[in-house]
């Protein structure tokens, strides 16, 4: 490395976020999708891989896991090799997955969590059991600054309805006692003119970030969303603007 790489490296070093996901052989979700995102905003990524997918925009065709150890060994070498001032966390592939990730997290209490809960693919595949889901709200919920699940992934960590806006309230604060300093309840999948995601901070205060429905769809919005959130998090912006940017930067991206 010569002396302007080193320069780089180190104006870089506020705003570098280890992402913690797997791959998707399309490109239009897991870590290719965050680490794009990430660029778009100024972000540099360091990755920990949790497993490798073979899958379409249609469907899951194959996964490997990766081994926990290995995962926790990507992720220590990660914050060995310079400063990482965010960690967002995807895809993880079972229970012992998940227990490896809260065990590298458990010693780094200054580093904002954003942890997006993918529980099954969009085509329909599953990704977390009960046991994973389970390990996921006992262990590493309570390390994470933000929780962004979409209707169904609350109903699953929190097992109470969902069926409208109270009820998803009532079960996000349920969680919120588990651990998490905050719960953004994606309205994605809700029905209605517009898309209101649902910010419910642990001290009850409750923020809403609205817009218009688009009809058109496209995978990975949840990953471009958290991996945004967890790169405004890691620049020094308060949570509550930092999910009003993202959610603004994925809108503009799907209305294009």
Not at 14 to 31: F, I, K, P, Q, W
Not at 149 to 163: F, I, M, Q, R
Not at 199 to 227: H, P
Request: one cysteine or more; glycine letters at 12%; aromatic letters at 2%.
């Amino acid at each position: 490395m010569d002396r302007g790489d080193r320069a780089l490296a180190v104006s870089r070093a506020g705003r570098r976020v280890l992402v913690v996901a797997g791959s998707d052989s399309s490109g239009g979700a897991g870590l290719a999708r965050d680490l794009a995102t990430l660029a778009a905003l100024g972000c540099t990524g360091a990755v920990a891989v949790t497993a490798v997918t073979a899958q379409t925009h249609e469907r899951v065709e194959r996964i490997l896991a990766m081994p926990p150890d290995l995962i926790a060994a990507q992720m220590r070498a990660a914050f060995a090799s310079g400063a990482v001032a965010a960690v967002k966390i995807g895809m993880l592939p079972g229970a012992a997955a998940v227990e490896a990730v809260a065990g590298e997290l458990r010693d780094r209490a200054g580093i904002p969590v954003v942890l997006d809960p993918v529980i099954a693919s969009t085509s329909g595949a599953t990704f977390l059991d009960g046991a994973a889901i389970e390990a996921l709200a006992g262990a590493l919920m309570p390390r994470a600054d933000l929780i962004t699940p979409n209707l169904a992934e609350l109903a699953a960590l929190g097992g109470g309805d969902v069926g409208d806006e109270p009820c998803a309230i009532a079960t996000a604060r349920r969680l919120l006692r588990r651990g998490a300093r905050a719960i953004l309840v994606k309205g994605g999948h809700a029905a209605g003119a517009s898309a209101t995601d649902i910010l419910v901070n642990r001290d009850g205060t409750v923020e809403r970030f609205a817009a218009e429905r688009i009809a058109a769809s496209r995978r990975g919005t949840g990953c471009a969303l958290s991996s945004a959130i967890a790169c405004h998090m890691a620049l020094g912006v308060r949570l509550g603007e930092a999910c009003r940017r993202a959610k603004a930067m994925v809108w503009s991206e799907l209305a294009g």
